[in-house]
């Protein structure tokens, strides 16, 4: 990870969480480190309100068996006590209709503390 000896350890462990848990494929703990009032945009398109994120994701882990999603290369754009902005590269493989796919990317994130905890505000991804 670029810069993380400046980075919070509270920061770089909330994004190892949430990459955990976006491998486990579980849409219901994944979501809890989202903002209600998140945005997420995904190449396939933009996504406001946890609701229609959590929808978008449910559709990708269906569509795609057996993935494991893996970021690297992060830089912390930005860190504070309250919010951050991390940008990285992200890379993907699994099963699509039977056959082996994979696909790589670019994303940011921001996130916010709120109630004493760290959540996912926004994701941009782009392939």
């Keep these: 990870m670029d ?9 770089i462990a909330f994004m190892a969480d949430y990459d955990r848990r ?6 219901e703990r994944w979501r809890e ?25 449910q559709r990708t882990f269906d569509q795609i ?5 893996t970021i690297s290369d992060l830089h912390w754009v930005y860190a ?3 919010f951050a902005v991390v940008r990285y590269r ?12 994979e696909g790589r990317g670019r994303g940011t994130n921001s996130m916010a503390k ?8 926004h994701e941009h991804l782009s392939t």
Excluded: C, K
């Design 80 to 82: 504070s006590t309250d």
């Design 90 to 101: 992200f890379h993907w493989v699994g099963f699509v209709d039977g056959q082996q796919r």
């Design 33 to 57: 480190l989202v903002a209600d009032d998140a945005s997420f945009w995904f190449t396939d398109g933009s996504y406001e309100g946890i609701e229609a994120i959590t929808a978008a994701v």
């Design 114 to 121: 709120r109630d004493g905890r760290w959540q996912m505000v």
């Design 3 to 11: 810069n993380s000896e400046s980075t919070p350890a509270e920061l």
């Design 22 to 27: 976006a491998n486990a494929h579980d849409v």
């Design 65 to 69: 068996r057996d993935e494991v999603y």
